[in-house]
Every structure is written in structure tokens, then in C-alpha cells.
């Protein structure tokens, strides 16, 4: 980066402003103003085009949420430095809202030597994430006008299916991809489908390569667990096993080999497995807006029970076709008889083509009308195994398919600001007759 960066201070010792200004003229980073509260420092940050803040979130008015509308900024991204109490917890904090770094205060000759690389990286990986594909970014104000409408709450949603094959996890990916890297909230996809774990594969991770997964979690508890005789999933345990992805979207990989499954950590002590399951849940509340858990097709493996039951919405995934339907509907009264009811579960009809003969009507009485159609996805079998062998989610795409539309619609049940998203992003024409002829020939 050779260009002057500039930054405006939100800070109000003396002491820690000196050695600021003395260091920063050094390296020739410009300092365009020092303010003493959160608002001015962001209006200031605004109308004087800078490319950071250095903030301390011990200024008046100073909120996490700041950080964020200053990331978003539609002109340019403006990125944030903390200038952190030392002792305090507000790193952790700000960091989930897009701090992208910090030093501690006060500050002494070592700290403050650190603040010009420190700066550089932060404007460098901001200026990244907004020329990346996935951004498209939701403004303060439409975000406000669509969540006056209804707003929305923290979710955690499994994503499931009794049949394989229909596209669960092509879903589950996308889904997690809409919500951490479109609509940048913080967004955990967890892996944890014990009979088949590929969602790594549309993500771009080599799982045999990557130490971090969730058999790695198990191992780590378990061991800590035999020695304490409390199975507890810290924080730190959970955080050392997830792969940040795009924008604000972490990932924790699934098994690395399908024998796993049948490994002590998992199969010992069944209720074990259950509750640490719940308890990884638990602690990604702290963290994450969103955990969207990818499920595998027999409930009766504790794993897979424990993301229906911990789960707020349950995403059953089903294509257009008998045996499909078949499937759900022979789930559907032990799932009923579980829960009590099926108010948590909610159909996605996938690979929809009117020619199919089915209509999602058809498919909600042939299910008893016990569960709503909430997304229709249509089909598009050549789009979907593109975006997997090239390791591209469709909804991280700048011009969305119809399919990616789809998806992107399927996230805004969860989070409605992604609406905006779709006002703005150009979809791409669908086939015509003859690409979707060939489409159907290559099947």
C-alpha cells in the first residue's frame, strides 16, 4: 500500500495522543483530527475521508455497532483500531463487530511502534472485503426501514433432510454464506453431518489438511472431561476449532474420515455426545448471530438428534419427487411425537420445475399440511455443481442466479436486511430452452 493513509483519533489522554502523533508522522500516516466522543469521531471519519479510526471505546457514546456502520460506509470502508484499556474486556468485544486490530493503553514506545503496521492491515483487509465478490452491503438506514417492519432474532438453524442427495448441504452453505459474508453477521456453519461431512468442498477447505474440525472439539473436551469430570466447551476450545471464511463467517469442518464416527469420543457415551453438542451450541450464542448446523439424515445418531433439538428452526429439505416426499412424510410422526409439535420445522422444496408435475401445494398436503413451504428453490443442477467443483457458493456471487437469488431470499427469512441486498445486485437471465435442454442430457 503506497499510497498516504489517514486517520482521525477518538482518544482523550494526553500522554498516549503524543506518542500517537509522533509515530504516525514518522511513518507518514496523516492524522486528520483527535475527537473526544464516538459521534463526532464518526462524522468526522465521514465528511474528512479517512481511511481508519483509532478509537477507545471509552469515549462517549462509543458503541460496537459504530464499527460496523463505519466498515459499511458506502463511499469507502473506514477500519477501526482499538485503542484498548489494558486488563479490559473490549477487545473481544469490538472485534466480533469488525475491530480489525488493536493495542493496549496506555500506551509505551512498543505498543505505540506497532500502530502503523497494525493501521496498514486494517485498511488493507477492509479495502479487501469490500472489493471481494461477496460484498454487497446493507446500509444503515434500509437495514433500520426493514427491520421497523418486523425485525428479526439470533438463530440457530439446522438444516436437515431424511433422504440424501436433495441438496441439504448446498443449502446449509449458502445459507451460512448469505448471512456471514453477504449480510456480514457474525455466522458459525457447523459440519455435522456424522454419515457423509462434505461441506467443506463448496467452502474451498481441504479437511484432510486442516488440523481444526470437529472430531478435534470432541477429542479436546473429552480429555479435559475424563480428567475433570465436567464436559465443558470453553470458549477457547470452540474458537481453536473453527476456519474463518468469507466476511464474518466462521466454519467448523466436520469429521475428516467416515470411521470417525464410530470413535469413542462419539459413540462411548451417546448422551455425552448430546450434550456437549448442545453445550458447542451454547457457547457459539456468545459469539455467533447465526449457527446454521448441517445435519445428516438419521436422527437417531445423538449428534444429529442433538441440532434438531437444540436447533430454533429446523430446514427439512426435500426435492420434487415421490420418493422424496415419501421420505419426510414417514419422518414427520416420530419427529411430531419428539417435539410435541412441528412448529419448528419449515419445508424447502428444491430443484423445483413446474414440468416436475408437483406443485408445493401438492407437496404440503401430500405431508399432511403440518409443515409450510417457506422456499421454493428452482432447479438448476448444472449452476449447483459448478459452485461446488469450484469451490463458489452462489450467494457470494455478485450477479446472483436464479437459484442464488433464491437462497439470498431463503437468508432474509432470518435476517430481513438482506432484502436490500436483492434490490441492488443484478440476477443473471434464466437458461433458455435449449441451455437447459443440455443441462437435462448431461444429467
Known amino acids: ?22 509515530v504516525l508522522e514518522r511513518e507518514g500516516i496523516g492524522l486528520l483530527s483527535v475527537l473526544s466522543d464516538a459521534v463526532s469521531l464518526a462524522d468526522q471519519a465521514r465528511a474528512l475521508g479517512a481511511d481508519c479510526i483509532l478509537f477507545s471505546p471509552t469515549l462517549p457514546g462509543m458503541t460496537p455497532a459504530l464499527i460496523q456502520e463505519l466498515l459499511l460506509y458506502e463511499d469507502h470502508p473506514i477500519a477501526a483500531v482499538g485503542l484498548i484499556p489494558a486488563g479490559s474486556a473490549y477487545a473481544s468485544e469490538y472485534q466480533r463487530f469488525g475491530m480489525k486490530g488493536f493495542v493496549t493503553t496506555p500506551l509505551d514506545p512498543v505498543q505505540v511502534g506497532r500502530l502503523p503496521a497494525i493501521i496498514r492491515d486494517a485498511v488493507r483487509t477492509a479495502r479487501e472485503e469490500r472489493a471481494a465478490r461477496s460484498f454487497a452491503p446493507v446500509t444503515a438506514q434500509e ?17 436437515y433432510s431424511p433422504k440424501g442427495g436433495v441438496g ?4 446449509a452453505v449458502n445459507l451460512a454464506c448469505a448471512l456471514g459474508g453477504v449480510a456480514l453477521q457474525p455466522t458459525l456453519l457447523i459440519d455435522a453431518d456424522m454419515s457423509r461431512a462434505n461441506a467443506h468442498i463448496p467452502l474451498g477447505v481441504d479437511i484432510e ?22 464436559y465443558i466447551v470453553r470458549a477457547q476450545t470452540l474458537q481453536a476449532n473453527v476456519v474463518p471464511r468469507a466476511g464474518k463467517l466462521h466454519f467448523l469442518p466436520g469429521i475428516p474420515k467416515m470411521h470417525m464416527a464410530g470413535m469413542p469420543e462419539f459413540v462411548e457415551d451417546p448422551q455425552r455426545t ?3 453438542f448442545a453445550d458447542i451450541l ?11 448446523v448441517d445435519t445428516g439424515p438419521d436422527f437417531n445418531l445423538p449428534i444429529h438428534w442433538a441440532a434438531l433439538t437444540e436447533a430454533d428452526t429446523v430446514l427439512i429439505v426435500l426435492t420434487p419427487e415421490l ?7 414417514n419422518a414427520l410422526p416420530a419427529l411430531e411425537r419428539a417435539f410435541g409439535s412441528l412448529q419448528r420445522f419449515r419445508l424447502v422444496l428444491n430443484g423445483f420445475d413446474e414440468q416436475f408435475g408437483i406443485s408445493p401445494k401438492e ?6 399440511g403440518k409443515c409450510p413451504v417457506v422456499a421454493t428453490l428452482p432447479y438448476d443442477p448444472t449452476g449447483a455443481r459448478l459452485s461446488i467443483n469450484l469451490a463458489r457458493p452462489l450467494t457470494l456471487e455478485k450477479k446472483l442466479s436464479p437459484l442464488g437469488e433464491a437462497l439470498v431470499r431463503l437468508a432474509a427469512m432470518f435476517y430481513p436486511p438482506l432484502e436490500a441486498v436483492l434490490r441492488r445486485r443484478p440476477v443473471a437471465a434464466k437458461p433458455g430452452l435449449f441451455r437447459r435442454a443440455r443441462a437435462v442430457v448431461a444429467e
Request: glycine letters at 8%.
Open 1 to 22: 500500500m503506497t499510497e498516504q493513509i489517514s486517520v482521525v483519533v477518538g482518544h482523550t489522554a494526553w500522554n498516549d495522543l503524543q506518542l500517537i502523533g509522533q
Open 168 to 171: 441439504k448441504t448446498t443449502i
Open 282 to 292: 451454547r457457547e457459539a450464542r456468545g459469539y455467533y448471530t447465526f449457527r446454521v
Open 143 to 159: 437495514a433500520l426501514e426493514i427491520l421497523d417492519r418486523g425485525g428479526w432474532q439470533q438463530q440457530t438453524v439446522a438444516v
Open 274 to 276: 448430546m450434550d456437549i
Open 323 to 329: 420418493t422424496a416426499i415419501h421420505d419426510v412424510r
Open 209 to 230: 489438511q486442516e488440523p481444526k474440525n470437529l472430531f478435534a472439539l470432541y477429542e479436546r473436551v473429552v480429555s479435559e472431561g475424563s480428567r475433570s469430570g465436567r
Open 363 to 368: 407437496v404440503v398436503k401430500a405431508l399432511g
